[in-house]
């Protein structure tokens, strides 16, 4: 029984699981999307995510960290250079799973991964660099919406005595 047993194995022991998913972030940092099946889909975006999260911090202390996990410069490079330019202001979720059907050799299902922020057809081609998102707390916002329609209704009152 694999009670609690969140991570996928792959198939794979653990070196091999890690430098197929070493190898699967850095064409995806190249290539900006990759076809693979969608259970390695899923685990590559467990893996990479975290790691665009340190790109958006240029410092060498970041930058060795996510060195460890890639083993690429080239890859390394693209990362803290493009794709972190073009995730500044989002707050996660990098990737998109896109499921695409059977492989028709084994009958795998495909699924291709893509960095969000690179997919011209649903970012209709933003360029603007955004600021950083504010981070909101859920708490106390149905009071808010309480004085606002009270505002509204004192702003709409004196209106229609006008009138």
Same mark, same amino acid.
């Given at each position: 029984?694999?009670?609690?047993?969140?991570?996928? *194995?792959?198939?794979?022991?653990? /070196?091999?699981? &890690?430098?197929?998913?070493?190898?699967?972030?850095?064409?995806?940092?190249?290539?900006?999307?990759?076809?693979?099946?969608?259970?390695?889909? !899923?685990?590559?975006?467990?893996?990479?995510?975290?790691?665009?999260?340190?790109?958006?911090?240029?410092?060498?202390?970041?930058?060795?960290?996510?060195?460890?996990?890639?083993? &690429?410069?080239?890859?390394?490079?693209? +990362?803290?250079?493009?794709?972190?330019?073009?995730?500044?202001?989002?707050?996660?979720?990098?990737?998109?799973?896109?499921?695409?059907?059977?492989?028709?050799? &084994? *009958? /795998?299902?495909?699924?291709?991964?893509? +960095?969000? &922020?690179?997919?011209?057809?649903?970012?209709?081609?933003?360029?603007?660099?955004?600021?950083?998102?504010?981070?909101?707390?859920?708490?106390?916002?149905?009071? !808010?919406? /309480?004085?606002?329609?009270? *505002?509204?209704?004192?702003?709409? /009152?004196?209106?229609?005595? *006008?009138?």
């Amino acid at each position: 029984m694999r009670h609690g047993d969140k991570i996928n *194995n792959l198939g794979r022991k653990k /070196a091999h699981r &890690d430098a197929l998913l070493s190898n699967l972030a850095c064409q995806l940092i190249q290539y900006k999307r990759i076809v693979t099946t969608v259970a390695k889909a !899923k685990a590559l975006r467990v893996y990479v995510e975290p790691l665009i999260t340190k790109a958006k911090e240029n410092t060498t202390h970041q930058r060795r960290i996510v060195f460890a996990y890639l083993q &690429d410069k080239e890859a390394i490079k693209e +990362l803290f250079s493009t794709v972190s330019e073009k995730v500044g202001g989002r707050p996660g979720g990098y990737t998109r799973v896109i499921k695409l059907g059977t492989r028709p050799g &084994d *009958n /795998a299902e495909l699924a291709m991964i893509e +960095l969000v &922020d690179f997919n011209e057809v649903y970012g209709k081609g933003r360029e603007e660099k955004r600021e950083p998102a504010k981070r909101t707390r859920r708490a106390g916002g149905g009071k !808010k919406k /309480a004085e606002g329609a009270e *505002n509204q209704a004192a702003e709409q /009152a004196p209106a229609e005595e *006008n009138a």
